[in-house]
């Protein structure tokens, strides 16, 4: 089974068991044509074009003052499977390979929204270093042989991905970041429950991030902190989510008050909390990276 995805300006051409991944035969021309004629880019991001409008009786196309939002850009590469179970396994595979490489990589016909990046390593903070593309996708099958009976498993590692990539669309609102990092870290939660089940009572919203950085020995960022028996970004979740408040405003009226955070950047920590989790829960929580600092833009080497 095999299946085309994109956009990857870069050429890729491996083998790993089953797996190969390769070029379109028109790759380099697709990535030509891309850098000349798409005029929607700006600074590594290239966005939804404005929205077209057809009147069915004079076949008239007329331009919108609003973007399409759900938009398409060209494959550039195709994914072969010899033992692929269905397309789900093919997608997951493509799914991993987006977080892997730091952009967002489709199948779908229309399968980005908003924007996207088009330079690779925008939307993680690491790069592999002694391990290949290879071992990624190695790491990805291993993880879905083991958990492809439970169909959520997957689905909830693409969907912890989407949202983490969608958190980082430059025209969010603080507000909106901040939802889209904390769904992302929802679904981590409930993959790591999964690989760590409990008989007793589930941890509260306020504990969860503690007890899943115990479970990987990631030091426990400060803004999750239950010394206090809450925590400071459980109080900011339940405002914004059940109270439409963040940070005492209407949403869309105020940013993360990092100055009444015991973190400098809770929104930067957030993000690199949950490249590490996804790390670890695809099956390489003893890599040093997931135990890097969270609290830094620097960007780390990945080891699988």
Same mark, same amino acid.
Request: aromatic share 12%; proline share 7%.
């Given at each position: 089974m095999k299946v085309q995805f994109g956009f990857y300006p870069l050429s890729i051409n491996l083998s790993e068991g089953p797996i190969c991944i390769s070029d379109l035969s028109d790759f380099e021309t697709t990535v030509a044509d891309f850098q000349s004629e798409i005029d929607e880019k700006f600074e590594g991001w290239v966005y939804a074009p404005l929205q077209l409008r057809r009147n069915f009786v004079s076949g008239e196309v007329i331009q919108l003052p609003y973007s399409a939002r759900v938009f398409r850009l060209p494959?550039?590469?195709?994914i072969e499977h010899a033992k692929a179970e269905g397309i789900d396994h093919l997608e997951f595979h493509v799914w991993c390979l987006s977080f892997f490489l730091g952009m967002r990589l489709t199948t779908k016909e229309a399968g980005f929204v908003? /924007?996207?990046?088009?330079?690779?390593?925008? =939307?993680?903070? #690491?790069? !592999?270093?002694?391990?290949? !593309?290879?071992?990624?996708?190695?790491?990805?099958e291993e993880f879905w042989k083991k958990y492809k009976s439970d169909v959520r498993m997957p689905k909830r590692l693409a969907?912890?991905?989407?949202? !983490?990539? =969608?958190?980082?669309?430059?025209?969010?609102?603080?507000? $909106?970041r901040f939802m889209y990092l904390y769904?992302?870290?929802? /679904?981590c939660f409930a993959m790591v429950l999964?690989? #760590?089940? !409990?008989?007793?009572?589930?941890p509260t919203h306020a504990a969860r991030i503690e007890w899943m950085c115990q479970q990987f020995d990631i030091d426990v960022p400060s803004w999750a902190s239950m010394d206090s028996g809450a925590t400071e970004i459980s109080m900011v979740r339940n405002d914004?989510?059940? $109270?439409?408040?963040?940070?005492? $405003?209407? =949403?869309g009226f105020s940013t993360y008050d990092n100055a009444r955070s015991s973190a400098r950047h809770v929104e930067l920590e957030m993000e690199a909390l949950v490249c590490r989790l996804i790390v670890a829960i695809l099956g390489r929580p003893k890599s040093r990276y997931v135990h890097s600092p969270l609290n830094t833009r620097q960007r780390y080497r990945l080891e699988l």
């Open positions: 494959k550039t590469h195709k908003d /924007a996207t990046p088009y330079l690779p390593h925008k =939307l993680n903070d #690491f790069v !592999l270093s002694n391990s290949t !593309l290879a071992h990624a996708v190695q790491v990805s969907g912890a991905v989407h949202a !983490l990539f =969608l958190s980082q669309y430059p025209q969010n609102l603080s507000y $909106e769904t992302a870290i929802d /679904a999964t690989l #760590f089940p !409990l008989s007793g009572r589930r914004t989510f059940h $109270e439409a408040l963040f940070f005492d $405003e209407p =949403l």
